[in-house]
């Protein structure tokens, strides 16, 4: 059953949400892909509480756990508890430096690092958070599935945009390098990309999407900072062969006041999260 515990939830290994988790030789069951939570508690409990009644068995992370946000070290402590974490830029950008960040994201991943060096916190703590970091991988395989942060050819960095199906060099490069389905981040916006350069919104889909042995791009949509104008948190669940777009709402106005009250997160990060762009 899900729950949150204020403070350091997850650390321990049994606080936090959880799931139920298949024996040998069992179905996978149902997983719920989630990706760039963006620091943002508020959105990334509301999600996990929706996720707690969906039956999931496994929950995936495609990374960017931090930045822009204003609770990147109760976001690890509660991801810790994924079976997949991935490696997101902004994860990266914590670890070294923030490279190719606009001046809004790369103080705020400044603002993170000391959040996750606080001298009231014992260095234990600290150093799980960090060891958890730079241990997440880039990309993961499973059963002819994909999962990256950004893309199939590059997973960490590169975007993969709606627009981009006009783009058919990039395209054809990506979907040569995914055996059968690809889940990604990133971008968030979420959607499906066809190996035809179609792309389809969760609307234009109603929602769902069953998978048919046709190399499929997925983008699972941000929990934290979705851009497709719609400010509800975004994540997908992968029930067998068919994937399913979820919107949660969540307490947007909390999480908005904690960044006006940070001088080092700009207030559009906080705006931006009113009007989902």
């Given at each position: 059953?899900?729950n949150?515990?204020p403070?350091?939830p997850?650390?321990?290994?049994?606080q936090?949400?959880s799931f139920?988790?298949?024996?040998?030789g069992?179905s996978?069951?149902?997983k719920a892909?989630i990706?760039?939570?963006?620091?943002n508690?508020?959105?990334?409990?509301?999600v996990?509480?929706?996720i707690?009644?969906q039956?999931?068995?496994e929950i995936?992370?495609?990374g960017?756990?931090?930045?822009?946000?204003?609770?990147?070290?109760?976001?690890?402590?509660?991801?810790?508890?994924?079976?997949v974490?991935?490696?997101?830029?902004?994860?990266?950008?914590?670890?070294?430096?923030?490279?190719?960040?606009?001046r809004a994201?790369?103080m705020a991943?400044?603002?993170?690092?000391?959040?996750?060096?606080?001298?009231s916190?014992?260095?234990g703590?600290q150093?799980?958070?960090w060891?958890?970091l730079?241990?997440?991988p880039?990309?993961?395989r499973?059963?002819?599935?994909l999962?990256?942060?950004?893309?199939?050819r590059?997973p960490?960095n590169?975007?993969?945009?709606?627009?981009?199906?006009?783009?058919?060099r990039?395209?054809?490069?990506?979907?040569?390098?995914?055996e059968r389905?690809?889940?990604?981040?990133?971008?968030?916006v979420p959607?499906i990309?066809?190996?035809?350069l179609?792309?389809?919104?969760?609307d234009?889909l109603?929602?769902?999407?069953?998978?048919?042995?046709?190399k499929?791009l997925c983008n699972?949509?941000?929990?934290g900072?979705p851009?497709?104008l719609d400010?509800r948190?975004c994540?997908?669940?992968?029930?067998d062969?068919?994937i399913?777009?979820?919107?949660?709402e969540?307490?947007?106005d909390?999480?908005?006041?904690k960044i006006y009250?940070?001088?080092e997160?700009?207030?559009?990060?906080?705006?931006r999260?009113?009007?989902?762009?």
């Amino acid at each position: 059953m899900f729950n949150i515990f204020p403070g350091l939830p997850g650390l321990s290994g049994d606080q936090g949400f959880s799931f139920v988790r298949t024996g040998p030789g069992e179905s996978p069951g149902v997983k719920a892909i989630i990706s760039d939570i963006h620091s943002n508690f508020e959105a990334l409990s509301a999600v996990l509480e929706d996720i707690s009644k969906q039956g999931v068995n496994e929950i995936y992370c495609l990374g960017d756990v931090i930045g822009y946000g204003p609770n990147p070290r109760e976001c690890i402590d509660q991801i810790m508890n994924c079976k997949v974490v991935l490696l997101g830029n902004h994860d990266q950008g914590a670890l070294f430096d923030p490279d190719g960040f606009n001046r809004a994201a790369e103080m705020a991943i400044m603002w993170t690092r000391q959040q996750l060096e606080l001298p009231s916190e014992t260095r234990g703590i600290q150093a799980k958070r960090w060891e958890f970091l730079a241990e997440r991988p880039r990309s993961f395989r499973e059963n002819g599935y994909l999962f990256v942060h950004g893309s199939a050819r590059n997973p960490l960095n590169e975007y993969v945009f709606p627009e981009d199906i006009y783009n058919q060099r990039k395209m054809e490069r990506i979907f040569t390098l995914v055996e059968r389905y690809c889940f990604q981040g990133h971008t968030h916006v979420p959607g499906i990309f066809t190996e035809g350069l179609q792309f389809h919104t969760p609307d234009d889909l109603g929602g769902a999407y069953k998978l048919e042995g046709h190399k499929t791009l997925c983008n699972v949509g941000s929990v934290g900072q979705p851009r497709d104008l719609d400010p509800r948190a975004c994540y997908v669940m992968l029930d067998d062969d068919t994937i399913r777009f979820r919107r949660v709402e969540y307490d947007i106005d909390t999480t908005v006041k904690k960044i006006y009250a940070i001088p080092e997160l700009e207030n559009f990060l906080g705006d931006r999260l009113r009007e989902g762009r």
